[in-house]
Nanobody, 123 residues
Framework: VQLQASGGGLVQAGGSLKLSCVASGPIFSNYPMGWFRQAPGSEREFVGFIRWRVETTYYADSVKGRFTISRDNAKNTVYLQMNSLKPEDTAVYYC?????????????????WGQGTQVTVSS
């Protein structure tokens, strides 16, 4: 399984960005996908996940109402739409494939990781 995340960049507070994560491999269509982020000096933080067979999403409280995860099955791609960005959203964002069909909010519940994409929000 390979994951390729993209779409990061520099944006002003209040702005928006849309991250993409393209996955390859048969496991992609059967397991939930998660997004995490990690700021310098901090632990990897759960952002949200999306299931596949039932398009259910779940978000961390810190991003709920501002971030939206969606998928495009035909393109094997998961998206993270980020609106109303804040300086505290600055981090490297990672997509990952869950180890299990029941998704976790903990990073060790994910088996495959993309390389990460940097998001910087200026005040």
């Amino acid at each position: 399984v390979q994951l390729q995340a993209s779409g990061g960049g520099l944006v002003q507070a209040g702005g928006s960005l849309k991250l993409s994560c393209v996955a390859s491999g048969p496991i992609f269509s059967n397991y939930p996908m998660g997004w995490f982020r990690q700021a310098p000096g901090s632990e990897r933080e759960f952002v949200g996940f999306i299931r596949w067979r039932v398009e259910t999403t779940y978000y961390a409280d810190s991003v709920k109402g501002r971030f939206t995860i969606s998928r495009d099955n035909a393109k094997n791609t998961v998206y993270l739409q980020m609106n109303s960005l804040k300086p505290e959203d600055t981090a490297v964002y990672y997509c990952a494939v869950s180890r299990h069909r029941v998704p976790s909010i903990r990073w060790h519940g994910y088996a495959y990781w993309g390389q990460g994409t940097q998001v910087t929000v200026s005040s």
